[in-house]
């Protein structure tokens, strides 16, 4: 293991075991939450950018049904993904691995557990971080629930084309090949059970469950397919700071570390 590789735990949880990913142990920890369907593994850059350029902790979870942590045969909701990991965060503190000042940054789908999480245990969480949000309404919602691909696992190589393409073939450029496999092969852990993810989002009445936040807030955008979804979900927040960042090109926790941390550093260090 070295320096700053991430020591692995599992946690107990009442839908069974998590995975976690623990990067320091020092000052308050950032509770990183990741994107479907992927695992905590998709902030490993960003993490180690994060403890080195900062005195904060981070840590990376998967969520339950995702990477390592356990799988499940049916689909969950974002409020079941922020119950196991707020049992999580719980045991994390209470077996000293994690300090008392526990602070969120959620991904895409991350955001929306983050955010359900605030809302459920406010005297856990300290501040919240949207890298992005995936905003939809009601009929946008219906329509992207109604083609959502629930295709089963077959032995058809070439049900992975779109998956490699999208991966691998056309990733970002500035993307190792390394980082975009490693993407890859979180997604072939749950070939036909990654939509459970999305499933959970497009039920998810964020026009409803957004303005319950009240927890100090930052909102980070980029230039995506997310940019105006992402800015309509902030402005439902009470408690909110916004930032667009500069230059993305997608693969942000890849090329656009930098930029993402000075901001979190900046904002988890007001008082």
């Not at 409020?79 to 008392?100: F, G, Q």
């Not at 359900?116 to 992207?144: A, H, S």
């Not at 497009?202 to 409803?208: L, T």
């Not at 930052?218 to 667009?244: C, F, G, R």
Request: hydrophobic share 35%.
């Amino acid at each position: 293991m070295t320096a700053n590789s991430p020591k692995l735990i599992y946690v107990d949880t009442s839908r069974g075991q998590m995975h976690v990913r623990l990067y320091e142990n020092r000052g308050p920890a950032l509770i990183c939450l990741h994107p479907m369907p992927y695992s905590g593994g998709y902030y490993d850059s960003f993490c180690k950018h994060l403890i080195k350029e900062s005195n904060c902790s981070a840590v990376s979870i998967d969520m339950i049904g995702y990477g390592r942590s356990e799988k499940i045969k049916e689909p969950i909701s974002i409020h079941d993904y922020a119950t196991s990991s707020i049992e999580v965060i719980k045991t994390l503190i209470n077996d000293d691995r994690i300090s008392n000042t526990a602070n969120l940054l959620g991904f895409h789908t991350g955001s929306a557990i983050a955010n359900e999480i605030g809302i459920l245990e406010p005297d856990l969480i300290n501040k919240i971080i949207f890298v992005t949000y995936p905003f939809f309404n009601q009929e946008k919602r219906e329509e992207m629930l109604s083609s959502l691909s629930t295709t089963p696992l077959n032995d058809d190589l070439e049900s992975l084309r779109s998956m490699w393409e999208f991966t691998i073939e056309n990733r970002a450029e500035g993307i190792d090949l390394e980082r975009a496999m490693s993407n890859f092969l979180d997604q072939l852990q749950n070939l036909d059970k990654g939509w459970f993810g999305f499933h959970a989002m497009f039920n998810y009445i964020s026009e409803e469950r957004l303005p319950n936040l009240k927890l100090p807030t930052l909102v980070i955008n980029d230039q995506s397919s997310l940019t105006k979804a992402t800015k309509a979900a902030s402005e439902l927040i009470s408690d909110m700071n916004y930032i667009e960042l500069n230059d993305t090109q997608g693969g942000i926790f890849e090329l656009n570390i930098d930029q993402i941390a000075a901001h979190v550093i900046s904002f988890l260090n007001e008082q």
